[in-house]
């Protein structure tokens, strides 16, 4: 079975410009979430989706981030102008949608590094 | 005060060593507690996975909660190389988007 995957690995992009990262989850995970590592910081939740509604946005820092995912499937996380401090290291996870009794067991991409210069 | 508190390390310690590392939190709705181990660049992967107060074994490793102190533990025995990596505890409640700490870096030496 294939993991989360996450596209790209690494972002390199100047302030101000436009940059989306895309996530895909594990076939069959109704529940999408992403998060964000800034460096010397601890992983931080951004938002929750339940299949294509947003859940929980609670996390999300500001109006420059827009999530989407569509059908329910795939996300993208669009930032836009980005900013210095979007710098960081962005997770997508997945679970599916009662855990098999497991609340919450949430499976993790590699990330996408973005690096905003 | 941070909701989750995990000393970041590096913590050294050689092959065939017990490594004992710690969480502390503070928000006594958590009630799901896990341990996820992280290579460089790579995702966080789920270790082990605990509800209630008490011990769980899984092969090498133990998790130990204890929720009137509000500290959890991963004890590794017989530590191997391989186990080089950053270890993250993370706990949720009853909403499910999960807290983590910094996580601590392992590092096992042959």
């Known amino acids: 079975e294939a993991g989360v995957t996450q596209f790209p690995s690494h972002s390199v992009i100047e302030k101000g410009q436009t940059v989306t990262l895309r996530c895909d989850p594990i076939?069959?995970?109704?529940?999408l979430y992403w998060y964000r590592r800034v460096m010397g910081k601890e992983i931080k939740f951004l938002l929750h989706?339940?299949?294509?509604?947003?859940?929980?946005e609670s996390g999300m820092p500001n109006n420059r981030f827009l999530a989407e995912r569509t059908g329910g499937t795939y996300s993208t996380l669009k930032v836009q102008p980005a900013e210095l401090e979007d710098s960081g290291v962005y997770f997508c996870?997945?679970?599916?949608?009662?855990?098999?009794?497991?609340?919450?067991?949430?499976?993790f991409g590699p990330g996408t590094r973005l690096t905003v210069l | 005060q941070k909701e989750v508190e995990q000393d970041p390390g590096p913590l050294s310690v050689p092959e065939g060593a017990i490594v004992s590392l710690n969480c502390t939190y503070s928000n006594s709705a958590f009630q799901y507690f896990m341990w996820y181990r992280q290579y460089s660049r790579k995702g966080p992967e789920l270790l082990m996975y605990?509800?209630?107060?008490g011990n769980k074994e899984d092969g090498r490793f133990t998790a130990q909660v204890d929720k009137s102190s509000k500290y959890i533990s991963l004890f590794i025995r017989d530590s191997q190389p391989s186990d080089s990596a950053t270890y993250l505890c993370?706990?949720?409640?009853?909403?499910?988007?999960?807290?983590f700490g910094k996580g601590t870096m392992l590092l096992v030496s042959p």
């Open positions: 605990t509800y209630s107060s």
């Open positions: 993370a706990m949720t409640g009853t909403w499910g988007t999960l807290t």
């Open positions: 076939s069959g995970h109704d529940n």
């Open positions: 989706f339940v299949k294509e509604s947003k859940q929980d």
């Open positions: 996870a997945s679970s599916p949608l009662g855990g098999q009794g497991l609340k919450d067991t949430q499976y």
